[in-house]
C-alpha cells in the first residue's frame, strides 16, 4: 500500500488543527478572547462557509470566528449541582441562566415565542436553532445562530441583526409547521 500525502491539502489543515488544538488547551487561560484566526487558501469548493457561523471567506482566505462571550453576567461559583436551564446561577438573576422558548414565528429580525420569554432581555445574547423537522420537512433541523436581543415585547424577541439561516419547513421562514425551533439564552460569565 502506497502512502500519499496532498501538500496543497496538508497545509490548509495543519494551521487550523494546530490552532483548535491550541484554543482547547489553553481557552481558559484566555477568558476574554475574541477575533478571527485567518488561513489561506487555493481551492474554494473545498470549503462551505454558507454551513457555518463561524467560518467565512474573503480574498483567499479563510477565516475562523471565535468568542467566549463578553462577560456580562460577570463571574460564578458553584457550591451544588446546578441545572443552566432551570436554575439561575448568575448574581442577581431571578430566571434561569440559560431559559429557553419554543419558537411559533420568525421574521426578519424576530423570532415569537410561544410563551412570554421572562430571564431574555435587550443585550442578550441567544441561540436560534431548528431542533428537528418532521418526516417530510426536515432539511434545515440543525440550523443555527448566535443573536443578540435589542429587545423584547410580549412573545417577540427582536434581533440587533437579521437571522440569517433559514429554520423553516420550506425554504423560507414563512412556514415553520413540523418543525421544533427554540430560542435560547446564551450566558457570558467571566
Known sequence: ???????????????????????????????????????????????????????????????????????????ITLSANKNINTDPIAPGRTSADGVNYAVSAIGTNTATATTAPAGIAAGDEVLLINLQGDATNSGNAGNYEFLNVQSVSVNTITFSSNVQKIYGATTSNSTLTGQKIAVQRVPNYT
Open 1 to 75: 500500500m502506497k502512502l500519499s500525502i496532498k501538500p496543497k491539502k496538508l497545509l490548509l489543515k495543519l494551521p487550523i488543527f494546530i490552532f483548535t488544538i491550541f484554543f482547547l488547551l489553553f481557552e481558559t487561560a484566555f477568558p476574554a478572547i475574541a477575533g478571527t484566526a485567518t488561513d489561506t487558501y487555493t481551492d474554494v469548493s473545498k470549503i462551505n462557509d454558507a454551513a457555518s457561523v463561524n467560518y467565512t471567506t474573503e480574498s483567499g482566505a479563510l477565516k475562523m470566528g471565535f468568542g467566549t462571550g463578553d462577560g456580562a453576567d460577570g463571574p
